[in-house]
């Protein structure tokens, strides 16, 4: 599918509710089908991704049911059931990762396969600890499809040599099952949202800095509120500051301290945003934002504030094209191992469009600020982040730009065009 996007001219104005964060809406399914008793899941996010993990769970013996538009219930007794086929998970990292921790300790062998891109998405640094722990995992060269041949597990000490909640949260969820006490240490801290949810419905876990303790414990369903996602709400943000008379209120958007990384760098340069009716539900802090356009300078994004902004590093480039100076992005490596590599797609895409953006082997460096060109067709890689933040840098383009393969938004943010139309005038 092709896209295209014209320079908007009268600002963006308007409330709009930001839909369901998907970090959490994979979590509260997972652990809600691993805890016994009943949980009623409200605001689940529409995303593929998180489809992906509520029908995972159905295969393996789970009853879940949706109840409203976004309510789903899941009734659990804590035990999963062998799977009479291969567990799909899609285009979803952190379904696949997440279940490898869980399957990890599981009576029974089960097989993972995903599409294209997570085929191509490096697992070895889920299956070196679960290995350690005591699990067989089959692999094609440390990728995809991947053959759990469950085992009975023993806790870890574990360093983890990068800050991944990923990699934290399948060994969290490994230690569940695990005898003996389960330790992750992380060089920095990365999103929390399986400490917060493990502690919330029951489990025997402490945080204490950047080393996470867990020991064999059982989970107990609860009632569980999502809030909306920062990452999705990350390209509204970034387009009400651009583009000139704007102003805008976002409602109900999650700011869990390990995520609010975009927040940091948008104040860092320069942003008027106000947090308004601060609240916390389901142990998760949230509020609604207000945006209005800013003149904006440069700043250095680096060490331990890119777990916290990972997935909103390429909107961020957006954001650095139109800030006085030069922004520099380091230590974020690990983007070239997204669904695209997202250093390489984001230096490419946005220097089409008229961006002065050059790329590092870990980041990027953007010299702001500048017109944004546009009258060119860009691509996608398959990404859906990379997607949306075009569509945005689009919104400033002196010509239309056409955005090929805009279909992968769905992946995360099926909402994502309905709401930009509320809020352009």
């Known amino acids: 599918m092709t896209k295209k996007v014209e320079r908007v001219k009268e600002g963006l104005h308007g409330t709009i509710q930001i ?7 994979h979590r509260a399914v997972m652990f809600s089908s691993i805890a016994k008793g009943k949980s009623i899941i409200k605001n689940f996010s529409k995303g593929q991704d998180p489809n992906s993990t509520l029908n995972i769970f159905k295969n393996l013996g789970v009853d879940i ?12 007794d804590g035990n999963l059931i062998e799977p009479s086929q291969d567990l799909d998970c899609g285009n979803s990292g952190t379904t696949m990762r997440l279940m490898c921790g869980i399957l990890a300790g599981q009576k029974f062998n089960t097989t993972m396969i995903g599409d294209e891109s997570l085929s191509k998405r490096p697992m070895k640094r889920v299956i070196e600890p679960l290995t350690r722990m005591g699990v067989e995992i089959i692999s094609k060269d440390n990728h995809a499809p991947l053959i759990i041949n469950g085992s009975k597990l023993n806790g870890i000490d574990y360093e983890s040599p990068i800050a991944s909640a990923q990699v934290k949260s399948c060994i969290l969820l490994a230690g569940l099952n695990a005898d003996g006490i389960t330790r992750v240490k992380e060089p920095y801290l990365s999103r929390n949202h399986t400490e917060l949810m493990l502690k919330y419905m029951g489990a025997d876990i402490t945080s204490d800095g950047l080393t996470v303790t867990i020991k064999k414990s059982t989970l107990t369903g609860k009632p569980i509120e999502i809030c909306g996602d920062i990452s999705s709400a990350a390209y509204f943000i970034t387009a009400a500051l651009i583009i000139p008379n704007s102003d805008i209120v976002l409602k109900n958007v ?10 940091e760098v948008c104040k860092k340069m320069g942003a008027d945003i106000e947090i308004l009716d601060e609240k916390t539900v389901s142990g998760e802090v949230s509020g609604d934002l207000r945006i209005r356009s800013s003149k904006l300078h440069a700043c250095e994004i680096s060490g331990e504030l890119i777990p916290k902004l990972i997935d909103e590093l ?13 922004t520099t992005i380091r230590n974020a490596g690990d983007l ?19 961006a002065d953006i050059e790329e590092l082997e870990d980041g990027f460096t953007i010299n702001g600020k500048k017109e944004l060109s546009g009258g060119c067709e860009v691509k996608t890689y398959h990404d859906h982040r990379l997607a949306m933040s075009l569509f945005v840098a689009g919104l400033i383009c002196k010509k239309e730009i056409a955005i090929d393969g805009f279909e992968w938004v769905n992946i995360s943010f099926p909402e994502f065009e309905a709401l930009f139309s509320k809020i352009i005038k």
């Open 336 to 354: 070239r191992n997204k669904e695209s590599d997202r250093i390489t797609a984001t230096v490419t895409e946005l220097k089409k469009l008229g």
């Open 254 to 263: 999650g700011l869990n301290p390990t995520r609010t990384g975009i927040l």
């Open 65 to 76: 049911e949706y109840k409203g538009d976004s309510i789903i219930e899941v009734r659990s």
């Open 19 to 25: 839909p369901a964060d998907k970090s959490i809406s």
């Open 314 to 326: 390429p909107i961020i480039a957006v954001l650095a094209t139109q800030a006085e100076g030069t």
